[in-house]
Nanobody, 116 residues
Framework: QVQLVESGGGSVQAGGSLRLSCAAS????????MGWFRQAPGKERDFVAA????????YYSDSVKGRFTISRDNAKNSVGLQMNNLKPDDTAVYYC?????????WGQGTQVTVSS
Protein backbone atom coordinates (compact mmCIF):
# COMPACT_ATOMS: atom_id res chain seq x y z
CA GLN A 1 0.00 0.00 0.00
CA VAL A 2 1.31 3.44 -0.95
CA GLN A 3 2.05 5.66 2.02
CA LEU A 4 3.37 9.22 2.15
CA VAL A 5 4.51 10.81 5.40
CA GLU A 6 5.44 14.49 5.63
CA SER A 7 7.64 16.04 8.28
CA GLY A 8 9.48 19.26 8.99
CA GLY A 9 6.69 21.75 9.49
CA GLY A 10 6.70 24.31 12.26
CA SER A 11 6.41 27.97 13.16
CA VAL A 12 8.83 30.62 11.94
CA GLN A 13 8.94 34.36 11.59
CA ALA A 14 8.70 36.04 8.22
CA GLY A 15 11.99 35.80 6.37
CA GLY A 16 12.86 32.48 7.98
CA SER A 17 13.35 29.07 6.43
CA LEU A 18 11.98 25.56 6.82
CA ARG A 19 12.65 22.30 5.06
CA LEU A 20 9.87 19.79 4.55
CA SER A 21 10.38 16.13 3.77
CA CYS A 22 8.06 13.47 2.42
CA ALA A 23 8.93 9.80 2.82
CA ALA A 24 7.27 7.36 0.45
CA SER A 25 6.74 3.63 0.78
CA UNK A 26 4.83 0.89 -0.99
CA UNK A 27 5.85 1.78 -4.51
CA UNK A 28 8.78 2.10 -6.89
CA UNK A 29 9.41 5.70 -5.91
CA UNK A 30 11.86 6.52 -8.69
CA UNK A 31 9.25 5.82 -11.35
CA UNK A 32 6.98 8.73 -10.50
CA UNK A 33 6.91 12.48 -10.41
CA MET A 34 6.15 14.02 -7.02
CA GLY A 35 4.40 17.19 -6.00
CA TRP A 36 3.85 19.50 -3.06
CA PHE A 37 0.55 21.25 -2.45
CA ARG A 38 -0.72 23.47 0.33
CA GLN A 39 -4.04 24.42 1.83
CA ALA A 40 -4.62 27.54 3.88
CA PRO A 41 -7.64 27.82 6.20
CA GLY A 42 -10.81 28.40 4.21
CA LYS A 43 -9.06 28.01 0.87
CA GLU A 44 -8.65 25.31 -1.74
CA ARG A 45 -5.60 23.08 -1.92
CA ASP A 46 -3.13 24.70 -4.32
CA PHE A 47 -0.14 23.49 -6.27
CA VAL A 48 3.25 24.54 -4.90
CA ALA A 49 5.96 22.57 -6.70
CA ALA A 50 6.62 19.36 -8.59
CA UNK A 51 9.62 17.34 -9.68
CA UNK A 52 10.06 14.78 -12.43
CA UNK A 53 10.86 11.13 -11.71
CA UNK A 54 14.61 11.60 -12.15
CA UNK A 55 14.62 15.08 -10.70
CA UNK A 56 15.78 16.80 -13.86
CA UNK A 57 12.69 18.95 -14.28
CA UNK A 58 10.99 21.07 -11.65
CA TYR A 59 7.89 23.25 -11.64
CA TYR A 60 6.84 25.98 -9.23
CA SER A 61 3.84 28.15 -8.67
CA ASP A 62 4.49 31.81 -9.30
CA SER A 63 3.96 32.59 -5.62
CA VAL A 64 6.93 30.50 -4.49
CA LYS A 65 9.27 30.67 -7.48
CA GLY A 66 12.69 31.86 -6.42
CA ARG A 67 12.05 31.12 -2.74
CA PHE A 68 11.25 27.39 -2.63
CA THR A 69 13.30 24.51 -4.01
CA ILE A 70 11.99 20.99 -4.54
CA SER A 71 14.39 18.05 -4.62
CA ARG A 72 14.29 14.28 -4.39
CA ASP A 73 16.50 11.45 -3.25
CA ASN A 74 15.42 8.27 -5.01
CA ALA A 75 17.82 6.18 -2.94
CA LYS A 76 15.94 7.26 0.19
CA ASN A 77 12.46 7.36 -1.36
CA SER A 78 12.01 10.94 -0.30
CA VAL A 79 11.19 14.35 -1.69
CA GLY A 80 12.07 17.61 0.00
CA LEU A 81 10.90 21.20 -0.13
CA GLN A 82 13.34 23.88 1.00
CA MET A 83 11.41 27.03 1.81
CA ASN A 84 13.34 30.28 2.19
CA ASN A 85 12.25 33.86 2.79
CA LEU A 86 8.94 32.65 4.15
CA LYS A 87 5.99 35.02 4.20
CA PRO A 88 2.80 35.02 6.30
CA ASP A 89 0.90 34.08 3.12
CA ASP A 90 2.84 30.81 3.07
CA THR A 91 0.98 29.70 6.21
CA ALA A 92 -0.84 26.48 5.34
CA VAL A 93 -0.89 22.73 5.72
CA TYR A 94 1.58 21.30 3.22
CA TYR A 95 0.92 17.97 1.52
CA CYS A 96 2.98 15.79 -0.75
CA UNK A 97 1.23 13.95 -3.53
CA UNK A 98 1.95 11.18 -6.00
CA UNK A 99 -0.08 10.05 -9.00
CA UNK A 100 0.27 6.38 -9.87
CA UNK A 101 -1.60 4.06 -12.19
CA UNK A 102 -4.89 3.54 -10.46
CA UNK A 103 -4.96 6.49 -8.13
CA UNK A 104 -3.62 9.58 -6.41
CA UNK A 105 -2.11 9.45 -2.94
CA TRP A 106 -1.66 12.22 -0.39
CA GLY A 107 0.26 12.46 2.83
CA GLN A 108 -1.39 13.53 6.07
CA GLY A 109 0.05 17.03 5.81
CA THR A 110 2.37 19.12 7.93
CA GLN A 111 1.53 22.58 9.30
CA VAL A 112 3.65 25.59 8.40
CA THR A 113 2.92 28.83 10.24
CA VAL A 114 4.71 32.06 9.36
CA SER A 115 4.26 35.05 11.66
CA SER A 116 4.88 38.65 10.70
Amino acid sequence: QVQLVESGGGSVQAGGSLRLSCAASGLTFSSYAMGWFRQAPGKERDFVAAISWLGGTTYYSDSVKGRFTISRDNAKNSVGLQMNNLKPDDTAVYYCRIDVVGGTYWGQGTQVTVSS
